[in-house]
């Protein structure tokens, strides 16, 4: 041994499998049999009729857990050759942060030398994958039947700060998925409060407006019903049902100490359907009724408010010069109450418009007035030390997850998104502000919390004071809007990459989350506390948009001393398929990686008192990056999104006819 790590071709968890399978060459036998390599008795009868009696009647969705699947020895030895012999790349996007190997179908590409390295991993690769495992899943689960030839598995190490978020597992062919776990150190009981726990969803029926009248879909709930924590030699799997199979992994809050290395390491992939030649093959892949948690997704609208027909229209033509021309004394005198009065100076905006139009974005610092600012960040930090959730309070554990409710609920679906928003009370609910003349709750500064950011909410970003602000920076016409003030608590929420395919939009966002004690203004400073937000460009018809990188995204690339095996990477970067090795060579990956920079539009770390207004293009992604436990705190905003519509010159149009 020369002492490199090999690294295998990645293969991300979420990624689509490519259209078409390549004819890989045969798998490389095993001197040891499937049958011997799995715990004494699992595959037989009475084991078979146990584990189908507990799947049938398993909640939320069928699945089953078994607490030893290999012969022990067996598995500690591919444990060792996994932490010897092979390299982990970091893999981060909205959904996933990961260390992880590629698809270990491609051992099939090792030459003899190098497979001698393998013996125990290609043993339980070969067992897993075998005829008679594929039986006791099929009989367990009922799924029909599966490939042999189409494996579909990888190596993943959840350390610090890793997590998988809610989805779905549908994709392609998959039929049955699985998870191996190895934890380590592999002599010690992974402690519950160490996180990395499966979450399982339970599903509601909803109901949707369609073009065509109504659909009915499934979308989980926003807590999970059950946890399953990792433990050595243990196998959960359950059939991939879309709209169904809802799961996702805890973020793993424990990293390495001065003895021991601790990571929740895991073999996990897919079981897919009977391919082409394979007995029980379907040539049309059955459509299913319900929607997967991609496409729900790609569905995801906004319901905006419209605003009053009898709300004057501001002039934003090019003859109005300056902002005093079409911003009335009643507006400037309305939003003083709230804002900085710099940012109503006729020539600041006048300013303000012409960066907006250079660039699109702006991030105005200290937007609030002060007094309202300080009144702010002094009950934002009061009630995230009362609720628990700040890192003094938790010690940098995940939260549990009816953490900071009271005032606020858990916003879902959590395929979607998971944050916590204002309880809308009837004390509190109304109509948004359509008159100028329209006083805020006085004095604000002495309200509480919740009333401060419900004004904020109804009264100020949905005033038409505040649209005929908007239309003087950003010279554009708000027709319609959503405000929600939001909490991303740690080690629990986020939002998940979304666009919008037809329209523009206009995103005003004013953030209000403190920072850690020796800078309260200054916002996080650290991107590993997540919660950023991240526009990136459209994504290809064929990708998946929920596995965008992150601007912190940070990929492994192999020494050139270390063995690479180049399985068919297909334009999306999927790396199910397996195609000659020569058939790809190491520009594939450099131009893979150069392609995700360039996707990244905008990231803007959470910040105390700043205002950001970006004109979000049609097809853009926009995400909140998951807020990772070892945050300080909650990450705060008011989140507004605004229709709007085109400016039209009216003298120029006269001028034209």
């Not at 805020?440 to 009333?451: F, G, I, R």
Request: glycine fraction near 6%; hydrophobic fraction near 35%; charge should be negative.
């Amino acid at each position: 041994m020369n002492g490199s790590k090999h690294t295998l071709d990645e293969q991300p968890a979420l990624e689509p499998a490519p259209k078409r399978l390549k004819k890989a060459p045969s798998a490389p036998k095993s001197s040891i049999s499937p049958v011997d390599a799995f715990a004494p008795g699992l595959l037989d009868h009475n084991s078979i009729a146990r584990f189908n009696s507990f799947y049938s009647k398993a909640a939320p969705f069928k699945h089953a857990v078994v607490d030893q699947l290999f012969a022990d020895d067996l598995l500690r030895k591919v444990k060792d050759e996994c932490l010897n012999e092979l390299s982990f790349s970091e893999k981060e996007t909205d959904i996933y942060k990961i260390q992880q190997t590629g698809d270990l179908a491609s051992l099939n590409y090792l030459e003899a030398s190098q497979l001698a390295l393998f013996p125990n991993l290609l043993a339980l690769r070969n067992a897993l994958y075998s005829a008679e495992f594929r039986s006791f899943l099929r009989a367990v689960t009922g799924c029909g039947p599966l490939s042999g030839i189409k494996q579909d598995m990888s190596i993943a190490q959840y350390t610090k700060s890793c997590h998988l978020l809610n989805h779905d597992d549908v994709i392609g062919t998959r039929r049955v998925s699985y998870i191996l776990y190895m934890p380590l150190p592999d002599n010690q009981v992974w402690q519950k409060d160490w996180g990395g726990a499966l979450e399982l969803y339970p599903v509601r029926p909803i109901t949707r407006p369609t073009e065509n009248g109504e659909e009915e879909e499934l979308e989980p709930e926003s807590i999970p019903s059950k946890i399953v924590p990792p433990s050595w030699n243990q196998f959960v799997f359950f059939e991939v049902q879309p709209g169904r199979s809802f799961h996702s992994v805890e973020e793993v809050v424990v990293g390495d100490d001065a003895e021991f290395t601790r990571s929740r390491m895991s073999i996990s992939g897919w079981f897919h359907a009977a391919q082409e030649g394979e007995d029980g093959y379907v040539s049309e892949y059955e459509s299913q009724a319900m929607k997967s948690s991609r496409d729900q997704l790609a569905a995801t609208q906004t319901i905006f408010t419209p605003y009053p027909e009898s709300a004057p229209i501001p002039d934003v033509s090019s003859s109005a010069i300056l902002p005093e021309d079409f911003l009335p004394k009643d507006d400037v005198i309305f939003l003083s109450q709230f804002m900085n009065s710099v940012y109503l100076q006729p020539r600041t905006m006048s300013a303000l418009a012409q960066r907006f139009v250079d660039n699109s974005s702006i991030d105005l610092h200290i937007f609030l007035k002060k007094e309202l600012a300080d009144a702010l960040q002094k009950q934002i930090l009061a009630a995230d030390s009362r609720d628990g959730l700040s890192s003094k309070e938790r010690g940098g554990k995940v939260p549990p997850h009816m953490s900071g409710v009271g005032d606020f609920e858990i916003k879902g679906p959590p395929h979607k998104h998971r944050y916590a928003v204002l309880n809308q009370s009837p004390s509190r609910s109304g109509s948004p502000s359509s008159n100028a003349s329209s006083s805020a709750v006085a004095p604000l500064t002495a309200a509480p919390l919740q009333q401060i950011l419900h004004t904020l909410e109804h009264t100020l970003f949905s005033s038409t004071s505040f649209r005929a602000w908007l239309c003087a920076v950003a010279k554009l016409l708000p027709l319609g809007y959503a405000v929600e003030a939001r909490r991303f608590r740690p080690g629990l929420d986020y939002m998940l990459a979304r666009s919008e395919e037809k329209e523009v939009r206009l995103d005003v966002c004013l953030g209000l989350t403190p920072g850690p004690e020796e800078g309260r203004d200054a916002g996080w400073v650290d991107p590993e506390w997540g919660g950023w937000e991240c526009y990136m460009a459209p994504h290809d018809e064929d990708q998946d948009p929920a596995v965008y990188r992150s601007s912190g995204s940070k990929t492994s690339k192999p020494p050139s001393d270390t063995v690479s095996v180049k399985p068919n990477v297909n334009g999306n970067g999927a790396m199910n398929g397996v195609e000659t090795a020569e058939s790809e060579g190491e520009d594939v990956d450099q131009d893979m990686d150069e392609d995700e920079d360039d996707s990244t539009l905008l990231t803007v770390q959470p910040g105390f008192n700043k205002l950001l207004l970006v004109l979000r293009d049609e097809r853009v992604m926009r995400f909140v990056k998951y807020v990772s436990a070892a945050a300080p705190g909650s990450r705060w905003d008011v989140c507004a999104e605004y229709e709007v519509g085109q400016v039209v010159n009216t003298d120029e149009s006269e001028s034209d006819n």
